[in-house]
C-alpha cells in the first residue's frame, strides 16, 4: 500500500477498527519492489497487499484479529506462481490495530514524510508504535536513525539490533511528483520518462495554482519568460521544501534568472535551483535531454553523487 493509497483509506474513513498487517522481512519472491508493503483489513475488506490479499489473508488465523504478533510463514512456489510471483519464498509479518499508527494522519494529509518505530520484544511481537518525522530533533538512537533514513529517502523496511532489542523501522514516502512548467516536445519528454519510473508528471496551470509539493517532489521550468517564472522560483524557494528545482536554458539565461531572484531576496536559496538542467552526459535530442534531466532529479532525491558505478565504491542501489 503506498502513501496516497493510506491518506485515502484516512479520508474515506474506513481505518478506526482496522487490522494492519506490515511487512517485517522478505526472502525470495524472485525480487520485485516490496519497500512499502502493507496491508489493511477493515470490514472484511482487503486493501494494499503483503506480496498479494490471498497470501497474506493465509498467513493470518483470523483476520479480524487485531492482537499483535509476528507470523513467519513459507510460500511454496506453486501458490507464489499463481499469486503472480516468480517463485517462492519466505515472509515474516507484523500485525497490530491500526489505532497503533492515529498520529500520522497530518503526515499523510500534508505529503510529509515519515517513519514508524516499533520494538519486538523477546517474544518476536510488536509493542507501541512511534512515529518520527523528517527533520525531528531526538536524542533516541532508534528514532535518530529512522530520520538517517528519510534524510536518505529510503522508503521500506529497515531492522535496528540495539542493547539486546530488536527494533522495526518502516518508512513512508509520498509517491513523487514531477510540476513542468512550460509546454512543448520536452515536457512531452519528461512527462514520458518519469512515468516510466513510477513518477507522476503533472503541468502547471496559472488558473489552478500551483499544486503542493514536498520534500519528494520536483519541479522543471521549461518557461524562459523571466515576468512569469521569477516569482513562481521565488514562491518555491520561500515556501516550500521541493527537494529538485531544475531550470532549462542557456547559462545566460541562468544567470539572468538569478540576478533577479537575488533581487528578491533569495540569495541564500539560489543553490537549490538546478541550472541548467541535467547531467553533463552530451544530449543531443529532446529524448536524450529529458534523461539527463530526469537522471539529476532522481540523483537529487536519493542524494547520492551522480558518479559512474564503476569509480565508486559504496551500494549500487538507493
Not at 41 to 66: F, H, K, M
Not at 178 to 185: E, H, N, Y
Request: proline fraction near 4%; aromatic fraction near 4%; charged fraction near 20%.
Amino acid at each position: 500500500m503506498t502513501f496516497d493509497e493510506l491518506n485515502l483509506l484516512g479520508q474515506l474513513g474506513l481505518l478506526p477498527e482496522a487490522v494492519v498487517v506490515r511487512l517485517v522481512e522478505l526472502r525470495g519472491f524472485g525480487g520485485g519492489d516490496r519497500a512499502s508493503d502493507l496491508m489493511v483489513i477493515a470490514d472484511s475488506q482487503q486493501y494494499g497487499s503483503v506480496l498479494s490479499p490471498e497470501i497474506a489473508t493465509r498467513l493470518l488465523t483470523d483476520p479480524n484479529d487485531a492482537k499483535p504478533r509476528t507470523i513467519t510463514a513459507e510460500i511454496g512456489d506453486a501458490q507464489a506462481v499463481t499469486n503472480g510471483l516468480a517463485c517462492g519464498g519466505s515472509v515474516r509479518v507484523m500485525v497490530h490495530p491500526w489505532g497503533w499508527l492515529s498520529e500520522i494522519g497530518p503526515y499523510l494529509g500534508a505529503r510529509k514524510a515519515f517513519a514508524l518505530v516499533t520494538v519486538l520484544d523477546s517474544q518476536d511481537r510488536p509493542t507501541r508504535v512511534r512515529v518520527v518525522a523528517l527533520g525531528q530533533t531526538t536524542d533516541d538512537a532508534t528514532e535518530q536513525a529512522a530520520v538517517g533514513l528519510l534524510e536518505r529517502a529510503h522508503a521500506g523496511v529497515s531492522v535496528l539490533n540495539l542493547e539486546g532489542a530488536q527494533f522495526h523501522i518502516h518508512c513512508f514516502l509520498p509517491r513523487p511528483r514531477l510540476v513542468i512548467v512550460g509546454g512543448g516536445v520536452l515536457a512531452e519528454a519528461l512527462s514520458a520518462q518519469v512515468q516510466l519510473i513510477g513518477i507522476e508528471a503533472m503541468g502547471f496551470d496559472e488558473a489552478d495554482g500551483f499544486p503542493q509539493v514536498g520534500r519528494s517532489d520536483a519541479v522543471v521550468v521549461l518557461d524562459h519568460d523571466h515576468e512569469r517564472v521569477t516569482p513562481l522560483l521565488h514562491e518555491l524557494l520561500c515556501t516550500t521544501e521541493v527537494a529538485y528545482i531544475g531550470s532549462l536554458g542557456s547559462r545566460g539565461t541562468q544567470t539572468e534568472r538569478r540576478r533577479r531572484l537575488l533581487d528578491c531576496g533569495c540569495a541564500d536559496q539560489l543553490s537549490r535551483i538546478y541550472g541548467p538542467a541535467g547531467l553533463d552526459i552530451g544530449s543531443r535530442s529532446t529524448e536524450e535531454t529529458a534523461m539527463a534531466i530526469v537522471a539529476e532529479m532522481v540523483r537529487v532525491l536519493r542524494g547520492r553523487s551522480g558518479e559512474s558505478l564503476r569509480d565508486g565504491s559504496g551500494p549500487i542501489n538507493g
